[in-house]
């Protein structure tokens, strides 16, 4: 880890406010897996944008933004975020994306084909869609013309748009993980 965690003791009159909104949206959207030290000190992607507090504040309201207009179901929302945390080997997004899923009843060898960068065979169309989108994306370039017209089919244009978006989140924090080398916590 390259930057230290901190805790809540030592924040910044700057990195107080941004902290409280973390914690609280944290603990209202992201619970199925470990966020914080005892102390109260956030781990995750959360520690470097606190380091970084008027950034941290700008994708953090992005984060909530997603998560609060959220159009697509949460299987095909964990489709697109593992393809991406496969893709950039993001150790704590793979983790903490993982625990959602499993939470949610995603099998194990969904999810490890998944993690392993390949496309599972036992997706539904709608998953095998945004499977698509997000490995396509990542990969860098234009979006595919019939991956693009397909999404648009099957989803409509504002969860394609959310589908775009979610690569590009999380392709930042995945970026921002392993930027810092955020390490993974022990599992419980």
């Keep these: 880890m390259r ?3 901190i805790a809540p003791a030592d924040l910044s009159p ?3 406010p941004l902290y409280d909104d973390m914690r609280k949206g944290i603990a209202s959207n992201f619970n199925a897996f470990k966020v914080e030290r005892d102390d109260g000190a956030l781990m995750g992607p959360w520690n470097p944008w606190l380091h970084e507090p008027a950034i941290g504040k700008a994708i953090w309201d992005l984060t909530l933004a997603m998560t609060a207009q959220a159009v697509l179901p949460d299987n095909v929302r964990q489709i697109v975020i ?3 945390g496969a893709r950039f080997d993001a150790a704590y997004e793979l983790y903490a994306h993982i625990a959602v899923a ?3 009843g995603m099998p194990a ?3 490890a084909t998944i993690v392993a960068d390949l496309k599972p065979a036992d997706l539904s169309p709608e998953e095998s869609i945004a499977f698509d989108l997000a490995f396509a994306l990542v990969r860098g370039g234009t979006l595919p013309e019939p991956i693009y017209a397909l999404a648009l089919k099957t989803f ?3 969860a394609l748009n959310e589908m775009i978006y979610l690569v590009g989140l999380y ?3 995945s970026t921002t993980l392993n930027g810092f080398n955020v390490p993974v916590p022990e599992r419980e």
Excluded: A, I, N
Aim: without cysteine; proline residues 5%.
């Design 3 to 5: 930057l230290p965690l």
């Design 14 to 16: 700057e990195q107080k």
């Design 102 to 104: 499993e939470r949610e």
């Design 171 to 173: 392709s930042l924090v």
């Design 82 to 84: 593992l393809v991406v």
């Design 156 to 158: 409509g244009q504002h």
């Design 109 to 111: 060898e969904r999810l």
